[in-house]
């Protein structure tokens, strides 16, 4: 086994999304992370194994925590190529197991990410084959090892994906309606809120439930990958399972219950709820999640409660003239029936933020599939 970057320095990275910064940052200092420094799209930071394995199985910010294995010079295909086979593979990978790659390329000599990206795979490849005459099989969607290369300004890194795929990806959406939102966009959402379940959350738009199961985990304090199957530092040449094992114990034996009455929601769609109860059965039985059908204008009203959600917009409803009306008719319920609550709001499309018709005491740009939107807090005298 060679000295890998990961294990000389320590230091690893998390990627996330736009906006995200100041919640990620916290979170890393809060699971253990040390020398924690921003860089591109994520924080670099220091952790052992027991830290890493913690921050993987934990975080609900970031979407990918990745170890690097080699940074170095990439100026030519070749010298890609070359450089990825001095790494020996079979630290990695058996026959038996599958690999895929990410890459991302910019501002490089290289400049096609997916050309890149099959460099490096038939570097891994062809070394198989000079050893042992077969190769280990690529899966792009499970693979039990994910590579990330990274070239920017003719400057490549190596890394392993030590999620095994984006983190956002929980295993509780198994159902959704159109345009979900992205389960790493939502624990955001309820970070930057200061939403700690100490009153009761409502969603009247809740799609098919991204932000009430995000905050049911939060509340019961269920690690954020506790449905995932398979972790990409399974396969580092350092893994200890013994270490793992007491980590993930340790983590699921911290669950604590959720007050029925905490969580809740409603859409106007039939399809909706019933996609928030089947993922909310995903989920441990730690309580509920109580949701109905019901169209906003329709409800009394609530107080002393956070209002956390996303209206339908663009996608989900259409022309900008019911946007428009709905998100009006919208900030008068607000406005008329929940004195007394705070409501944040997300908007995928930011120029809709000043439709609602309140002055929101601040905006937070969040960026996130694809979306450039802004989350803006609304108290609600």
Same mark, same amino acid.
């Given at each position: 086994m060679s000295d890998y970057l990961y294990q000389k320095t320590g230091q690893y990275f998390g990627q996330l999304a736009g906006g995200a910064e100041p919640? +990620?940052? *916290?979170?890393?200092?809060?699971l253990g992370a040390t020398n924690i420094k921003r860089g591109y799209l994520g924080f670099y930071f220091c952790a052992d194994p027991v830290t890493v394995y913690n921050i993987v199985y934990k975080t609900r910010i970031f979407s990918r925590i990745l170890a690097p294995l080699l940074a170095f010079d990439c100026h030519s295909e070749k010298y890609l190529y070359k450089t990825a086979q001095n790494i020996d593979w079979s630290d990695f990978l058996t026959l038996t197991k599958t690999f895929a790659i990410s890459a991302n390329v910019a501002k490089s000599n290289i400049r096609n990410s997916q050309y890149a990206g099959q460099l490096l795979k038939d570097a891994i490849v062809d070394q198989f084959r000079d050893k042992t005459t077969k190769r280990p099989d690529v899966d792009t969607r499970f693979p039990d090892l994910l590579l990330n290369l990274y070239i920017h300004e003719n400057k490549a890194r190596i890394s392993v994906d030590?999620?095994?795929? =984006?983190?956002?990806?929980?295993?509780y959406r198994t159902e959704s309606v159109e345009a979900p939102m992205q389960e790493t966009l939502a624990a955001t959402i309820l970070q930057l809120s200061g939403w700690n379940g100490e009153r009761p959350l409502y969603d009247p738009f809740c799609g098919s439930g991204t932000l009430l199961c995000e905050a049911f985990m939060k509340a019961g304090n269920i690690p954020a990958a506790y449905l $995932? $199957?398979?972790?990409?530092?399974?396969?580092? &040449?350092?893994?200890? #399972?013994?270490?793992?094992?007491?980590?993930?114990?340790? *983590?699921?034996?911290?669950?604590?219950?959720? &007050?029925?009455?905490?969580?809740? +929601? =409603? @859409?106007?769609?039939?399809? #909706?709820?019933?996609?928030? $109860?089947?993922?909310?059965n995903e989920l441990p039985e730690l309580g509920t999640i109580k949701v109905r059908r019901a169209d906003?204008? @329709?409800?009394?009203?609530?107080?002393?409660?956070?209002?956390?959600?996303? &209206? &339908?917009?663009?996608?989900?409803? +259409?022309?900008?003239?019911?946007?428009?009306?709905?998100?009006?008719?919208f900030g008068d319920f607000l406005k008329q029936k929940c004195t007394g609550s705070s409501a944040f709001v997300y908007y995928g499309d930011k120029t809709l933020a000043k439709k609602l018709g309140l002055k929101p005491e601040w905006k937070h740009p969040l960026t996130a599939g694809g979306l450039d939107g802004v989350l803006c807090k609304y108290e609600l005298y």
């Open positions: 919640c +990620g940052e *916290a979170e890393l200092k809060q030590l999620g095994g795929g =984006s983190l956002h990806k929980r295993g $995932r $199957r398979k972790f990409g530092f399974l396969r580092l &040449p350092d893994f200890d #399972a013994s270490v793992w094992n007491q980590v993930k114990t340790k *983590a699921n034996n911290e669950t604590v219950e959720v &007050p029925d009455d905490l969580i809740k +929601g =409603s @859409d106007i769609g039939a399809d #909706a709820i019933k996609a928030v $109860r089947a993922n909310r906003f204008h @329709d409800l009394e009203g609530f107080s002393n409660t956070t209002i956390v959600t996303n &209206p &339908p917009y663009g996608i989900r409803l +259409g022309n900008t003239e019911q946007v428009t009306g709905l998100l009006k008719e």
